[in-house]
């Protein structure tokens, strides 16, 4: 069973468009994760929710949207995508109010291309 | 300016020898220190996490040190076979936040 699981796992666009990925766990985790990995390998943290809640909101464009419909489930939303928003979008989540002191568990995965 | 820096070359070893691995960082005061390990095309997964009154932890052929003088972390893996293959990452959190702050990862390659 796939703890924490990202679809697609490929996604190939047009700048300007609008895209959606969605993550699910399955472990029972109050919070959960949206990071970014660039060609460089950083992983960024762009949000995280608690219970449905925003915790973290990086200084990401606001054409990131983040939506948590329940504690199993966060998605993001990008509009007018652009050529820089290319990279691998990793879902993860842990245990707790998400302070740092928690194990994270990652997903696989959304390798976002745009072209 | 808050730095997390591990090596940036691969480390390629024998097997059978043990690999280590090195994070330091500066202007930061972590509470927490975790490693991770991701293959390539796939998400990180949790190794292990130590805490800053800690000075070692062990799992299996695993272990890692903290040293909040030094502001730096080892990462050690005994008779490490090809399976050891893999980019590890190491990742601080402090006791204020919720973020966890990702290095950018050294490949290590295990030659049978």
């Known amino acids: 069973d796939t703890a924490v699981s990202q679809t697609p796992k490929y996604l190939v666009t047009q700048m300007g468009n609008d895209k959606s990925i969605k993550c699910e766990q399955n472990?029972?985790?109050?919070?959960m994760y949206w990071y970014k990995q660039d060609s460089k390998k950083f992983l960024k943290i762009m949000f995280s929710?608690?219970?449905?809640?925003?915790?973290i909101n990086e200084t990401v464009p606001n054409r990131f949207s983040p939506k948590s419909p329940d504690k199993a489930h966060l998605n993001l939303h990008i509009n007018s995508l652009e050529l820089g928003d290319s990279a691998v979008y990793f879902c993860?989540?842990?245990?707790?109010?998400?302070?740092?002191?928690?194990?994270?568990?990652f997903g696989d995965g959304t390798r976002l291309s745009i072209l | 300016s808050q730095k997390i820096e591990q090596n940036s070359e691969a480390l390629n070893i024998q097997e059978g020898k043990t690999a280590t691995l090195t994070c330091n960082y500066t202007?930061?005061?972590?509470?927490?220190l975790q490693w991770y390990r991701q293959d390539p095309g796939r998400g990180p997964v949790f190794l292990l996490l130590?805490?800053?009154?800690?000075k070692e932890k062990r799992k299996e052929r695993l272990k890692v040190t903290f040293d909040t003088t030094l502001k730096q972390s080892l990462f050690h893996i005994t008779a490490s076979q090809p399976a050891d293959s893999a980019t590890y990452l190491c990742?601080?959190?402090?006791?204020?936040?919720?973020?966890?702050?990702f290095g950018s990862g050294t490949r290590l390659l295990v030659r049978p």
């Open positions: 993860a989540s842990s245990q707790g109010t998400g302070v740092s002191n928690q194990p994270q568990h």
């Open positions: 472990l029972g985790h109050d919070t």
């Open positions: 929710y608690n219970n449905k809640e925003l915790i």
């Open positions: 202007n930061y005061s972590p509470a927490y």
């Open positions: 130590i805490r800053e009154n800690e």
């Open positions: 990742a601080l959190g402090t006791r204020s936040s919720y973020k966890l702050i």
